[in-house]
């Protein structure tokens, strides 16, 4: 019995231990760029840009289709002329069908148009008074067709189609940039919980230890009754604060765990980062990289493109449209399998569609004017995009190129506030200080160590929003190139 105890104490033990994890913000950024639901999320989205692209590159490829009617079987009433009698009758009429075919298209994008070619074979086979067989053969049909008015969709498509890919790309990158600042803002947002934790663990312990000592000193009339109902009351604040700490310290460490896919059971613990020594942005650098990289770039290219091809097809449009088809190839008729073919007979077909609009009440017109307006409205966009965007980085990189100092400054107040309370409770332990005095320098001491926590974290969100928003890791010098499945 004490074994199978003992047993399960080591279990126990043991799975306790593999719920607690210590990360440091290099770690965190990996698994909320890897195992988030939000890294997830975006990948999903990229990878249906990614099946579309690749859908259009093989529209550009010769496709093959075989088109056919297995069986197809009918028993109907027909209307028949008798010319002895000269009268009209009802007779049924039964027919069975097969028919199957081969059709091969490539479209050119040079010219907008697109050759096709089909081969067939058909068997058709009545019965009423007279039964009979027929094959139908078409061996070879090529033709061509295209619209005449110089509106060229497959131009159009060439150039939006990588535009589509490139911003999905980026996205995906800026996507998981976003995840990484998340869980930045979460692993401080955790750090100063845990610190806060801490704090009110080391107040707690150090308000029971003043509060012996007043103890001691009140009962030899060496402080007030009023000091020492003060201090009995910071005591009692102390336990409340661990209280709030302890479960604002739990909460964050649920939302973290969640964010990057752990079990929220799991007792994370934080090594807090420094700054990177050395590291100074230049401002039209990192511009620079937002052009290259930023998706909304990107994306407001494509929507011009989209908007200046929507324009030429209403401006083609607009007065007439015209399109050719035309297609030679052999056909023949038999009532025998073999003979259908033989004597072979040519097949021609050629058609130009004209459409005119008469009166049709300026709907044309107006439509080319409205695919113009978002023409000129999609150009203003692409401005703004550009100006909003270089401004942001520009005021991340001031903001970021000053906080390195703000850290320094930080520590050094943390540095001086706890030497000021060091000092401060050691005056009170000899009585030469008061409880306000020494309650004064331990806030002072706490505020700073938040103070310099919250310094780090605004260093590090500066970094990672301009990582985000010019997709360009300043510690290894390279664009980040989130990896995909489909470049593994």
């Known amino acids: 019995m004490r074994r199978i105890a003992y047993l399960l104490l080591i279990v126990a033990v043991t799975a306790s231990a593999q719920r607690r994890v210590v990360l440091d913000l290099d770690r965190t950024v990996r698994l909320a760029t890897d195992s988030s639901l939000a890294a997830q999320k975006y990948q999903r989205v990229y990878d249906a840009s990614r099946y579309q692209y690749l859908s259009w590159l093989a529209s550009r490829k010769p496709q093959f289709a075989l088109e056919s009617t297995p069986i197809m079987y009918e028993r109907y009433m027909t209307q028949r002329y008798l010319s002895m009698e000269d009268i009209d009758v009802y007779r049924q009429q039964r027919m069975f069908y097969s028919q199957a075919g081969i059709t091969a298209t490539q479209t050119m994008e040079r010219w907008g148009g697109q050759f096709y070619g089909s081969t067939q074979l058909g068997y058709l086979r009545t019965f009423g008074d007279q039964n009979q067989t027929q094959f139908m053969t078409v061996p070879i049909t090529v033709g061509y ?56 663990e080391e107040y707690l312990a150090s308000c029971d230890t003043i509060y012996a000592i007043a103890q001691r000193r009140f009962k030899i009339a060496s402080i007030s009754k009023a000091e020492l109902s003060i201090l009995e009351l910071e005591k009692t604040n102390a336990r409340t604060t661990l209280t709030n700490a302890r479960i604002s310290r739990q909460r964050a460490a649920q939302e973290l765990a969640a964010y990057l896919g752990m079990e929220r059971t799991t007792d994370i613990e934080l090594v807090i980062p420094t700054v990177m020594q050395s590291l100074h942005v230049d401002a039209a ?201 489909f470049s593994k």
């Open 285 to 485: 650098e990192a511009i620079q990289y937002a052009r290259e990289n930023n998706p909304q770039y990107i994306s407001s290219r494509e929507a011009v493109a989209e908007a200046r091809r929507d324009a030429e097809r209403a401006r083609v449009e607009k007065n007439l449209s015209v399109s050719l088809d035309a297609s030679v190839g052999l056909n023949q008729v038999a009532d025998r399998f073999a003979d259908a073919y033989r004597h072979l007979l040519s097949q021609d077909m050629a058609t130009v569609t004209l459409s005119i609009p008469l009166k049709d009440w300026g709907r044309r017109k107006n439509a080319w004017l409205a695919a113009r307006s978002t023409v000129e409205a999609a150009e203003r966009a692409e401005q703004e995009t550009a100006r909003d965007t270089e401004l942001d980085v520009a005021l991340t990189v001031a903001d970021f190129n000053e906080r390195q100092a703000i850290v320094e400054t930080a520590r050094q107040a943390l540095t001086i506030a706890e030497d000021a309370y060091a000092q401060t409770l050691q005056r009170f332990i000899k009585a030469q200080a008061d409880a306000y005095s020494l309650s004064v320098a331990q806030s002072h001491w706490q505020t700073a160590r938040q103070n310099q926590i919250a310094s780090l974290q605004n260093y590090w969100l500066a970094y990672y929003h301009l990582r985000r928003l010019t997709l360009y890791d300043y510690q290894r010098r390279q664009v980040i190139k989130p990896i995909s499945r």
């Open 145 to 200: 067709k295209q619209e005449l008015l110089f509106y060229n969709p497959l131009k159009w498509a060439k150039q939006i189609e990588p535009l589509k890919l490139q911003a999905a790309e980026k996205t995906l990158a800026y996507g998981i940039e976003t995840a990484s600042e998340e869980a930045v803002g979460k692993f401080f947002t955790l750090a100063l919980a845990q610190d806060q934790l801490r704090m009110a």
